[in-house]
């Protein structure tokens, strides 16, 4: 891995706006947020969203901001193909961007029977440069994650007969058995939001390896929008899965969040729910949506995992007092569908996380968007399903709004939510944020962002990972991968105000891939100025 070197920010103010925008309000009665700025209509959806939204309408941009970014459009729309040579050995760095423009939000799958073939998604900002703004990157490996194969963005889906753009929120599946690849997206008009949808992408290795690249279209021959918002509804946070359920045989599962927009609600929206769409593997037929948390007002953070039995388990949180405006609690919630079926089950609490990290608030030294995330998985252990679910949470939570010190926490349960083991922390002091859970049935990993090596100002970030015991729920391994620290800050364009919501962990064969972002590479920024240090997408392959 390349050694961070300190850069100036002579570009930071272009864009600095674009995450400023999206920063939430914080509980009534407590001070302002870090920044003054906020928009209600992104207070806690995908902020690539609002990136790519104000970006194409920076007259809509909040007050002072607006010139900023027709100043940001300007620069892009004259960038054109401008970049340093592209580096021939990348180490780590799980891309060929040399462009300098950021990756972040990290998906990864690997292939079960061929572990040669790895697949890995972000949030990629060369879609900037993208005649048709696609914005979700794809990365292919043939070679176990040692280098890129081939790479692009995932290319428009048809939404009412016409063609929508990959929007980011990345999700990336590989098929065990056969190794087809798959890919989910949110998919939206960047200039108007409307339409919008979630679209789910497949395609096998040899036609992702050879094709062009880019957005062409041929590298993802089959892709639907399989929900669609309607009138004053957005889609957001989507998650997805591939298995073999029951008699239903190979599926593919995918969850989102949808939104009702309400000018006139405080936080501009005024319900939002889970939805689930169940499709065959060959995308050919799908289900409507089915509703997850019915009744629920205001919801979060899906993930969806096809068990080793073919039970599907989906969680989410129901959040308590944002659109009231005060403290807020987090209340994980799980619902479970047989093999094979559509009918989930009741809905089991989890937990109820009163010091989550709120939409809004902040790490006590760091201000990129962050908020509890909680994440799932199922193993088979002595003949019967135990589901797991990772969290993120403060351990003091300062006028509301300031976490400090959040840990990673672990529950789980073997009757399928009736009842739950007592909660596991699984970090080990400091702050810990952005947890990533996955198993190859033999190992149980967890994977986060840690400040913990920075034990002065808790601002440098690492990544840790630990194998837990699936019989104990303790951590019987503790690996720090990065080193020396990242400096979260050091990107020209995105600053410390943005670094996805989330990175992603894969387990197979005993080894565990891990995708996240860092700021370790200098490149010139579209060709302008000096190296600097830049926002990248790595992948980090360990034996456990």
Known sequence: MTTRISATRSLRWVLMALLLGLIALPAAGAPKARDELSSRRFLHMSQSVGIRYYLQNPDKAPGRFAERFRTANKIISSAGSRGAAAT???????????????QNEESVGVCRSNPSIVLSGTNDYRGLLDPQFNFTGWHLSTDGGSSVRNEGLLPPVLIGGAP????????DVVDNENCR???????YDPETLEPNGVGVYRTDVKTLASCPGGSDPSCWPERRAVAVGRPGHFLDKEWMDQGASGAAGDVVWTTYSDFTNDENAPLGFSRAEIFAVRC???LKDCTDPIPISV???DVQFSDVTIAPDGSTYITWSDIEGELEQTAQTFIHKMRVAPPGSTTFGPERIVYREKLAIPFGGFLHANDFRVATYPKNEVMATNGHNRAFVVWDACRARPLDTICEEPAIKLTYSDDDGQTWSPVKVLSAGGDNYFPAIADDNKKLGVAWFTNRYDPVFHNRQDVELVTVSAASGKVTSRIRLTSPSNESEADPLLGGFFIGDYIELDIEGGRAYVAYNANYRSVKLLGLGFPVPQQDNYLEKVKL
């Open 88 to 102: 021939a050995d990348l180490g780590d760095v799980f891309n060929r961007d040399n462009t300098g423009l950021p």
């Open 164 to 171: 929508v753009p990959s929007g980011g929120d990345p999700v």
């Open 295 to 297: 009744d629920d007002q």
């Open 181 to 187: 690849l798959y890919a989910a997206s949110l998919n």
């Open 280 to 282: 065959d593997a060959a």
